[in-house]
């Protein structure tokens, strides 16, 4: 496939893997095993690319109720990081998969996007970004069942190798349904604080500021996907510059939020940033991955992030407790034509943070 030169940023060539954007679901989940497209040593052969494993083993997981599934293509010490600890073995996941499933039972999912990167040798790295519609009939860790329906988006940054995946980042966006099946989100975080979790993230965020002075632009290859977007989000996050988003995102930008929030045009966008910050307004912006896919409708960046500081209540943690330390991990999917971010989906889950606050 033929990349578009007017990329602000160089990609390497890689083997041609599956298109999920614009493509029909069921005929991809029907469609015969086609002629391998990537190396994929230890891996089931009827996969023939990276995306195409990580879409087919959701889909029958969480699809066709295959739930011990999970038993072959997760390994038993699977380590799984979200906003409210870290999980650490195969029969939690199995667990969380069973409650889930029994608390939405119609539940479906959509595929918006898989970036990727690695190799047979050290495994390969996804990020998939998905949409979820169920309605809520079971009990959740929330409260009994509501018989409302959610519709929100997920994003599971996972390192696959040998057909399991051992190593998962998990945002879910729980702010949007929390809300969505009518859930006090503040009364909910109090509840989960309270409640505790296996393992706690130690939170250190480092400051914003050399000495006293901000600190300036850092040293990357810009023309590198990775230092392409480790300067965008320096400089839009940690040096405050909102005034050169212009310089990467186009005027009539959409941007899809965590909370079920939507910004369309730039001025939206600028003010969804500051919705965020104020929320953690010494907060400072860690870069933890880049990953990226060639879809149909262009190039997608996957950025993988942590945004550490202390809470503030007026932005998009409503009036919470001061002064807490938090974090929060998020994942963005930027979309680029014609050299310029077109759309983003940047997740993050308010709810887990906001419970951070509560303890």
């Not at 996050?237 to 939020?257: E, F, G, K």
């Amino acid at each position: 496939m033929t990349l578009p030169d007017s990329l602000p940023f160089d990609l390497p060539a890689r083997p041609p893997v599956t298109l999920l954007r614009h493509q029909d679901a069921r005929a991809l989940r029907q469609a015969p095993v086609a002629e391998l497209g990537q190396l994929l040593p230890g891996f089931e052969p009827r996969f023939t690319d990276i995306v195409d494993y990580i879409v087919r083993i959701t889909d029958e997981i969480w699809m066709d109720r295959a739930v011990g599934y999970i038993y072959d293509t997760y390994d038993a010490s699977c380590v799984i990081y979200s906003s409210y600890g870290i999980v650490r073995s195969v029969e939690e996941v199995i667990a969380s998969t069973v409650a889930t499933l029994n608390a939405y039972p119609d539940g479906e999912i959509h595929h918006l996007n898989v970036a990727w990167s690695g190799d047979a040798t050290s495994g390969y790295y996804t990020s998939h970004l998905g949409h979820s519609r169920s309605t809520n009939v079971g009990r959740t860790a929330w409260g009994p069942g509501t018989g409302k329906r959610t519709s929100i988006r997920f994003v599971a940054d996972c390192i696959s190798r040998d057909n399991r995946i051992h190593t998962e980042w998990l945002v879910r966006d729980n702010g949007a349904a929390v809300r969505q099946l009518g859930f006090d989100p503040h009364a909910i975080a109090r509840r989960i604080s309270e409640s505790g979790t296996p393992e706690n993230f130690i939170v250190s965020p480092e400051t914003r500021l050399d000495g006293q002075a901000p600190r300036g632009p850092i040293d990357v290859d810009r023309r590198s996907v990775d230092g392409w977007a480790r300067a965008l989000f320096h400089e839009v996050w940690n040096l405050r510059r909102l005034d050169w988003l212009a310089r990467h995102y186009a005027p009539d930008i959409t941007a899809h939020s965590g909370g079920g929030r939507t910004a369309q045009g730039l001025r939206n966008y600028q003010s969804l940033i500051l919705h965020v910050l104020t929320a953690i307004p010494d907060g400072h912006m860690r870069v933890d991955n880049v990953c990226w896919s060639q879809e149909a409708d262009g190039v997608i960046v996957a950025v993988r992030w942590t945004l550490e500081g202390r809470s503030a209540p007026g932005g998009v943690l409503g009036e919470c407790p001061p002064g807490r330390p938090v974090f929060m991990m998020g994942m963005s999917h930027l979309r680029l034509t014609g050299g310029r971010i077109v759309e983003e989906w940047m997740l993050f889950d308010e709810l887990g943070v906001l419970a951070q606050t509560y303890r």
